[in-house]
């Protein structure tokens, strides 16, 4: 995955950082449960006062109005100013936990994040959640309040010029890793899984390996009936082979070093009733491996998903293509050596470095069509991902996206999300309610469920945009409308002109009551809604008002 412009340090980053973020993880982030509905604790670097509506889910509260001159870009400009920022005139010290006490008032605020201290101070203005927020971990170790919403958020490029240093580590027994450094030589090794996790978790997998003249073949056993070709992601660069199961909310890891060189392209295959999947290498020369490679870090690992770190790869941009006269449809292309298949209704985040800095955001892949055939979609899914964009020319993220030329890179992680397939069993009626960009976690969840789940009767879509000209794929989804008598569509207008015909407003109950019409008085009745937040918010509120229950609604939460 990624190795270049990691999250780490970034490009140009100082000495003094180099050197104390060394033993981070290259190319990862920390992993945010993006559906959780928490308040925010810290907020993500988008550009919240031009780019108001997410593509993707994630958390969020209500902002806080911040001063002029204070944006995401002022804070940048600061940080890249030379300013002493932390205090300390560019020393990195160790701090003790009676130190970090002391230092708990707004004009004095440390705050550790993950073994790492920070003054943030400096940043107290420039924070669009509010000063009250931050001062929350004042003085202590704010990483689960930071893990409630934002584990994502790169807070080591952002904050790298506030670094303090580190805690202060206790004197511990060292654990003896002659085990881990071993050569992996096709011994089943005991996961790194707690007696914790085994108790309450699925089964940790375990793994094994075998050869012919030309290829190698690494066996997962999973020992879950449930695994699919989206729950692999394999990455290969250089010598690193690393290849991420995930099991309900686990993940396993297998992460090796190759004691030999191998082709690109490689296959995955799955024996569904048994779990057990098979990564088929093929080798550079026919030679004979002594040993698979040799482990690199968190091999063979298996710990909530959660807990895990986010995982980024170099993608290139292929094709960018008008929609409608602010909105883009972005292909990105996967590295050959990857495998990834992003699950309906979930997200990835992208990454590009502006002035310096790294900056994440979240959005859901789309298809390239509503209309194209099912079967070339999934065989293009291996390699192209779609993203339908609205560029916001007073924002920080897209302009710079929208800037990119075909050829150039943006970096992009591995799947997020909750939502699962598994609530499209014995469905009988899906309703899908969509604001703006809020339609793009629909169009794969659209076709999926017209395609895949024969006890649909009814699929039925109420998009709500400001003007005719904003509608996203309009006349697709009508021709899909009119080629699928189950599905129908319905466009809501908060801005029409006169010529307008249609419905027009804002999201109400008797909209929704007239919408929501069950195709029989017991169907089983799945509604998904995204959108900007007070669309989303609104909308949870009356449905549940319409006596719809909290397993029938599903909110990609913007």
């Not at 928490?38 to 907020?43: E, G, M």
């Not at 390239?368 to 192209?384: F, G």
Request: proline share 4%.
């Amino acid at each position: 995955m990624e190795t270049a412009g990691s999250s780490d340090c970034g490009a140009g980053e100082s000495a003094r950082c180099r050197r104390l973020l060394h033993a981070a993880p290259g190319g990862q982030t920390r992993r945010g449960d993006a559906d959780c509905g928490c308040i925010v604790f810290w907020r993500p670097w988008v550009d919240l006062q031009d780019e108001k509506e997410q593509e993707a889910p994630h958390c969020a509260a209500e902002q806080v109005p911040l001063k002029q001159g204070r944006s995401l870009m002022d804070w940048i400009r600061l940080t890249k100013s030379g300013k002493d920022l932390t205090g300390l005139k560019g020393r990195l010290i160790e701090v003790t936990e009676e130190e970090l006490k002391k230092h708990n008032k707004k004009d004095d605020c440390w705050i550790c994040i993950r073994g790492f201290v920070y003054n943030v101070s400096p940043y107290m203005e420039y924070h669009p959640g509010g000063e009250d927020e931050l001062m929350r971990a004042a003085g202590s170790d704010g990483t689960d309040l930071f893990d409630q919403v934002h584990r994502w958020v790169n807070y080591e490029s952002m904050l790298k010029e506030c670094l303090i240093g580190r805690m202060a580590v206790k004197a511990t027994v060292p654990k003896d890793y002659r085990e881990e450094k071993k050569v992996l030589n096709g011994v089943l090794p005991k996961s790194q899984v707690t007696d914790t996790f085994a108790k309450e978790g699925p089964s940790s997998p375990s793994y094994d390996w075998f050869q012919t003249e030309s290829l190698v073949t690494i066996v997962i056993y999973t020992k879950q009936k449930d695994i699919n070709l989206d729950s692999v992601i394999i990455d290969h660069q250089d010598d690193s082979f690393r290849a991420e199961i995930i099991i309900k909310d686990y993940s396993y890891l297998i992460h090796i070093g190759l004691s030999h060189e191998i082709q690109e392209d490689f296959s995955v295959q799955i024996v569904e009733n048994v779990g057990k999947i098979e990564i088929v290498l093929k080798k550079k020369e026919n030679t004979t491996w002594k040993y698979l490679g040799h482990p690199l870090e968190n091999h063979n690992s298996f710990i909530l998903k959660k807990d895990t770190a986010l995982y980024y790869r170099k993608c290139q941009l292929i094709s960018k293509e008008d929609v409608t006269h602010d909105t883009k449809l972005f292909c990105m292309m996967l590295p050959p050596s990857t495998h990834l298949q992003v699950p309906i209704g979930q997200h990835v985040y992208l990454k590009l470095t502006i002035a310096g800095t790294e900056i994440v955001k979240p959005y859901t892949p789309a298809s390239d069509s509503l209309l194209s055939d099912v079967q070339e979609t999934l065989l293009s899914n291996n390699k192209y991902i779609y993203f339908l964009i609205k560029i916001y020319p007073a924002g920080l993220f897209t302009p710079e996206l929208d800037h990119l030329q075909i050829g150039d890179f943006v970096y992009i992680s591995s799947p997020e999300g909750s939502f699962r397939k598994s609530q499209f069993q014995e469905l009988d009626d899906l309703f899908l309610l969509a604001a703006g960009t809020g339609f793009t976690p629909m169009v794969k969840i659209l076709n999926y469920a017209l395609t895949n789940i024969p006890s649909l009767r009814k699929v039925k879509l109420m998009f709500f945009n400001k003007t005719e000209d904003d509608i996203i794929w309009r006349s697709q989804l009508e021709k899909l409308a009119f080629k699928d008598k189950r599905f129908d569509v319905e466009f809501v207008l908060s801005a029409p002109t006169s010529e307008w015909n249609g419905k027009h407003g804002h999201i109400s109950p008797a909209l929704l009551s007239e919408f929501l019409e069950r195709s029989l008085d017991e169907s089983k009745v799945l509604i998904c809604i995204c959108g900007p937040m007070p669309f989303t918010e609104q909308g949870i509120r009356m449905l549940h008002d319409l006596n719809f229950s909290k397993d029938e609604i599903h909110s990609f939460t913007a």
